[in-house]
Nanobody, 121 residues
Framework: QVQLVESGGGLVQAGGSLRLSCAAS????????MAWLRQVPGKEREFVAAISWDVGMSYYGDSAKGRFTISRDKVKASVYLQMNSVKPEDTAVYYCAARRVGTSQYEYDYWGQGTQVTVSS
């Protein structure tokens, strides 16, 4: 059974940093792209960042560029999102997700349960 388990969310002050983790298990992800997305109640889910499991190529949504860094550790089978210079508008539930390479960036095969990030002003 595939599982993506997020951790690391919490309350942080604006300008601070937070590191989210996603522990992946249940299959080999070598042909997958791992991503972080976020959602605020009442709004559409927003793409934050993604990384290819095999070669580590990463890309970012506009809101994350220059502030967030996605990485993965193959040995620990984990994906991370380092969030720096956070802003109140970064407040959301952050989800870890996985999709096969070559599939639509809007459709993911697996999702985590989400972790809440709250940025205070």
């Amino acid at each position: 059974q595939v599982q993506l388990v997020e951790s690391g969310g919490g309350l942080v002050q604006a300008g601070g940093s937070l590191r989210l983790s996603c522990a992946a298990s249940g299959r080999t992800f070598s042909t997958y792209i791992m991503a972080w997305l976020r959602q605020v109640p009442g709004k559409e889910r927003e793409f934050v960042a993604a990384i290819s499991w095999d070669v580590g190529m990463s890309y970012y949504g506009d809101s994350a560029k220059g502030r967030f860094t996605i990485s993965r550790d193959k040995v620990k089978a984990s994906v991370y999102l380092q969030m720096n210079s956070v802003k109140p508008e970064d407040t959301a539930v952050y989800y870890c997700a996985a999709r096969r390479v070559g599939t639509s960036q809007y459709e993911y095969d697996y999702w985590g349960q989400g972790t809440q990030v709250t940025v205070s002003s």
